[in-house]
């Protein structure tokens, strides 16, 4: 799997940004699509799931803290752009979502960042925060039965954005720490 300190993978999906079927439902994304941006991308397994949603919805709720830290949230998984957005009409939490899902169909980049649940042909509910040079600074993975903790991910954020040194359970506001 890769990890802190690696280069993002290039990629280029297809993602929802709609919950209805039109010209304006679909747009690309791709390694290069928020430049001079952090960015949090996070993969869940699969669509119409029972934990998924509610990270989902989480993310969308955070979507403006994350938008206020210059951060640009993208979320996806295996299924195509289409179920994305079948699944985004048939539950109320994920209709107006303020990010693109994108679907990483041919598993392309969940295989590249070493994520790829072979047995299951699913992504693994993993959380990358990528700086503005797309290079990792965050990684994490859990079991496909555990949500992750979305407050966590903005802390994270937070704490790397300082560029300082951090203390356990450091909260945004909070005093960092000196090497000397």
Same mark, same amino acid.
């Given at each position: 799997?890769? +990890?802190?300190?690696?280069?993002?993978?290039?990629? $280029?999906? $297809?993602?929802?940004? %709609?919950?209805?079927?039109?010209?304006?439902?679909? &747009?690309?994304?791709?390694?290069?699509?928020?430049?001079?941006?952090?960015?949090?991308?996070?993969?869940?397994?699969?669509?119409? +799931?029972?934990?998924?949603?509610?990270?989902?919805?989480?993310?969308?709720?955070?979507? %403006?803290?994350?938008?206020?830290?210059?951060?640009?949230?993208?979320?996806?998984?295996?299924?195509?752009?289409?179920?994305? &957005?079948?699944?985004?009409?048939?539950?109320?939490?994920?209709?107006?979502?303020?990010?693109?899902?994108?679907?990483?169909?041919?598993?392309?980049? %969940?295989?590249?960042?070493?994520?790829?649940?072979?047995?299951?042909?699913?992504?693994?509910?993993?959380?990358?925060?990528?700086?503005?040079?797309? &290079? &990792?600074?965050?990684?994490?993975?859990?079991?496909?039965?555990?949500?992750?903790?979305?407050?966590?991910?903005?802390?994270?954020?937070?704490?790397?954005? +300082?560029?300082?040194?951090?203390?356990?359970?450091? $909260?945004?506001?909070? $005093? +960092?720490?000196?090497?000397?």
């Amino acid at each position: 799997m890769l +990890t802190v300190g690696d280069k993002f993978p290039e990629f $280029k999906m $297809k993602a929802a940004v %709609s919950n209805v079927a039109d010209d304006n439902a679909f &747009i690309d994304v791709t390694h290069e699509s928020y430049p001079g941006k952090w960015k949090v991308i996070f993969f869940y397994p699969k669509d119409f +799931t029972f934990v998924c949603p509610t990270e989902i919805a989480a993310f969308g709720k955070l979507n %403006s803290e994350f938008q206020d830290r210059d951060a640009q949230v993208l979320g996806g998984s295996v299924d195509n752009e289409y179920v994305h &957005i079948a699944w985004r009409q048939q539950k109320e939490e994920l209709r107006d979502l303020p990010f693109p899902l994108f679907s990483d169909l041919n598993r392309k980049l %969940s295989t590249a960042l070493g994520i790829l649940d072979e047995e299951e042909g699913v992504a693994k509910r993993a959380t990358f925060i990528v700086d503005p040079d797309n &290079i &990792i600074r965050f990684a994490m993975v859990t079991d496909m039965n555990v949500g992750r903790n979305v407050d966590e991910v903005l802390r994270v954020l937070d704490a790397l954005q +300082t560029d300082e040194l951090c203390p356990c359970n450091w $909260k945004q506001g909070e $005093k +960092t720490l000196s090497a000397a």
